[in-house]
């Protein structure tokens, strides 16, 4: 079967998920400068929130990929520029999963419990520990940056593809883009 666009569930989890990391990259950018106090504390139960949110709807987003094949690039895309995007697409997912984990281990070896929306206790992944908690702080930190500059690629790409290639893939995900065909 051959898919032309993602279905309108992948889309909704693709812009969901998109739309809280969004949220979630500023907002950790600012809560970790900001001094003690209720906001910065406030600010890192929302990011937590946040977070554990996007593990979640990566988890189904990722059940959902697995059943629902994905629409076949451009027979005009080298395929060098096919391997690239899967690999750039799988180490999106595993970010998706890997940084929400890792701030949640982060969070625990420090010694702060996550209450997912004030109102869920999650449980605490492993023991608090000073070294592990420094260990997933630096891992968290460096899986953002790997996953803002692995957005840009993609970003980038997708752009290229729209404005240069003038292919419909950026219409895949945003149906109304797609260019008519005589």
Known sequence: MNVVNYT?????????????ILAILPLG????????SPLK???????????VTVFALALLRIVWRVTHAAPAAPASMP??????????????????LALPLSGWLMSSAKGFQTVWFGVLPLPDLIAKDEGLGAFFEETHEALVGLLLFLLAIHVGATLKHHFIDRDDIAARMLPWLARKRS
């Not at 950018?29 to 003690?36: F, I, N, S």
């Not at 504390?41 to 977070?51: F, R, V």
Request: charged share 15%.
């Open 8 to 20: 309108r569930t992948a889309i909704a989890f693709h812009w969901l998920i998109a739309l809280l």
């Open 29 to 36: 950018m600012v809560m970790t400068e900001l001094d003690l």
């Open 41 to 51: 504390l406030k600010l890192y139960s929302w990011h937590k929130w946040l977070g």
């Open 79 to 96: 395929a060098w520029q096919r391997k690239v995007a899967a690999a750039l697409h799988g180490l999106l997912y595993v970010l998706m």
